[in-house]
């Protein structure tokens, strides 16, 4: 079981539409959560973060996080032809003394017009 | 500088080569962080500083890669006697300081440098 898992895709949605990216860890203790989005031959780029369970809301993005369900989602509103790209999910595992990040494989979204 | 910076962009050499990628992180931040990126997959992690001490190289695959930060600031990652499964592109990621209770820092990542080994 890899540590990071991500539905590769695509997803398409319309327009306009609520896209919903999920993921799932497998380390219990893991404390920090990231969604990054990545253009075609480009770098990783930030999106969202969160720490705490629940939701974390930034314009159109959304972050929500459940530790018991070892869970975490991007839901994006109102879905953009430029929000096509591949979604990273990425952790940060335990035991809490190191900062690397254990990427996903990624989802790739497509929104079409 | 206003972001990561690493050169260079694009890197050929021929199997047996050494390389020498560079990244410079944003000015001020404390950690650094060094993944290989194969097509069609997320980043894995190799190795990270804080400041100039190197607090995990873990994910180095072999004895073959080498990284360093003896000032703190400009990191280099060395790949001697290249293989063609070190193709690949490297990212250089920075975070501005520890991480804490609440939890980490997040990390930039540069452009990257794409490596092709011929």
């Known amino acids: 079981q890899k540590e990071v898992e991500q539905n590769s895709g695509p997803l398409s949605v319309p327009e306009g539409a609520i896209a919903s990216l999920n993921c799932t860890y497998s380390?219990?203790?893991?404390?920090?959560f990231f969604w990054y989005r990545q253009y075609s031959g480009k770098s990783p780029e930030l999106i969202m973060f969160?720490?705490?369970?629940g939701d974390k809301e930034d314009g159109r993005f959304t972050a929500q996080l459940n530790k018991a369900s070892q869970y975490v989602s991007l839901l994006i509103r109102d879905s953009q032809p430029s929000d096509s790209a591949t979604y990273l999910c990425a952790v940060n595992p335990a035991p809490y003394n190191t900062d690397k990040l254990i990427f996903g494989t990624g989802t790739r979204l497509q929104v079409f017009p | 500088g206003a972001g990561v910076s690493q050169s260079p962009r694009y890197k050929v050499a021929k199997r047996g080569q050494d390389v020498a990628l560079r990244c410079d992180p944003i000015s001020g931040h404390v950690s650094l962080f060094w993944y290989q990126q194969a097509l069609g997959q997320g980043p894995e992690f190799l190795t990270y500083f804080q400041n100039e001490a190197q607090l995990d190289k873990s994910g180095l695959p072999s004895d073959r890669f080498f990284a360093e930060r003896p000032e703190g600031s400009v990191s280099t990652l060395k790949i001697q006697r290249t293989q063609q499964e070190d193709s690949a592109v490297y990212l250089c990621?920075?975070?501005?300081?520890?991480?804490?209770?609440?939890?980490?820092?997040?990390?930039?990542f540069g452009d990257g440098t794409r490596l092709s080994i011929l």
């Open positions: 969160i720490y705490s369970n």
């Open positions: 990621a920075s975070s501005s300081r520890l991480g804490g209770a609440q939890g980490n820092q997040p990390q930039h």
């Open positions: 380390d219990r203790g893991s404390q920090s």
